[in-house]
């Protein structure tokens, strides 16, 4: 994996910027997504469900977030033609698939009751790879509109 730069998240956040010009809702709840996963009120399962609902039928923006994914993590388009990613998630085989709903899908069965949420990170309880959330705080700029 090619190491990442605040370079390649503000051209990410500036595609995100030119491709929702017209509807400044969609890049604010983008920041939001981001800055709840920096938080940690989300982990990377979240964040990628969050992200591939929102930029859903943008193939560009949803398969190009897979650069900000940690190791072992990848959204994926099926194969089989349907409307949804997809996404890989380390120590899991197959795919887990995206759909659209409110709220986080149930856990897969035979998961036990939730813990504390597991961060997208090489390691676990290491921080999440911070290229996009330091480009969020080094001058965006407002949001479009």
Not at 65 to 86: C, H, K, M, Q
Not at 94 to 119: K, N, S
Request: hydrophobic letters at 35%; one cysteine or more; glycine letters at 14%.
């Amino acid at each position: 994996m090619r190491e990442l730069r605040v370079e390649d998240a503000l051209m990410y956040l500036d595609q995100v910027k030119m491709e929702f010009g017209s509807q400044p809702h969609i890049y604010n709840e983008f920041l939001d997504i981001m800055k709840t996963f920096k938080s940690q009120a989300i982990d990377t399962p979240g964040v990628i469900r969050r992200v591939a609902s929102l930029f859903h039928g943008n193939k560009r923006l949803v398969l190009g977030f897979n650069t900000f994914l940690p190791e072992g993590y990848r959204i994926e388009l099926p194969l089989d033609g349907s409307a949804w990613p997809v996404y890989r998630e380390p120590g899991r085989s197959g795919c887990v698939a995206i759909a659209p709903g409110p709220g986080p899908p149930p856990p897969p069965p035979g998961a036990g009751p939730p813990g504390p949420p597991a961060m997208g990170s090489r390691h676990p309880g290491a921080p999440p790879p911070p290229q996009l959330s330091s480009a969020m705080g080094r001058g965006m700029g407002p949001p479009p509109g």
